[in-house]
């Protein structure tokens, strides 16, 4: 009962640490391991695009956070990763992410929700 409950607690505080990343993030990716050092062929292709369209873009490694691995699909309504969230929607995996890419059509919608970068 007890364990229950806080297991319970446990997936809320999970689910609420994720609605604040893709709340704060512009573009998020979520993925197995990272940009520079993927560890998941779907992963490379999917941040390898998002890298072409020339804008800085935040991620979260799911390899890193087992928590956020289970409890960011039921979340998303989406099984799989890489995921990319843009101005707090889910765009697709990486099959929807390539094809936009290869389409012209992940490079405007990147530039539109990315803030530009600090003036230095
Ligand atoms: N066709 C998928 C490929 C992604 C995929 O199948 N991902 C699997 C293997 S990396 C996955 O995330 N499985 C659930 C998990 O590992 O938590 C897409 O377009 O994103
Ligand atoms: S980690 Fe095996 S297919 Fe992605």
Known sequence: MEDNQHTAQTEQSVQDRIRQQI???PVLLYMKGSPKLPSCGFSAQASQALM???KPFAYVDVLQ???IRAELPKIANWPTFPQLWVNGELVGGCDI???MFQQGELQPLVEAAA???PEQ
């Open 23 to 25: 709340a704060e993030n």
């Open 52 to 54: 072409g369209c020339g």
């Open 65 to 67: 956070n087992p928590d």
């Open 97 to 99: 992410i390539l094809e």
């Open 115 to 117: 803030p530009e970068q």
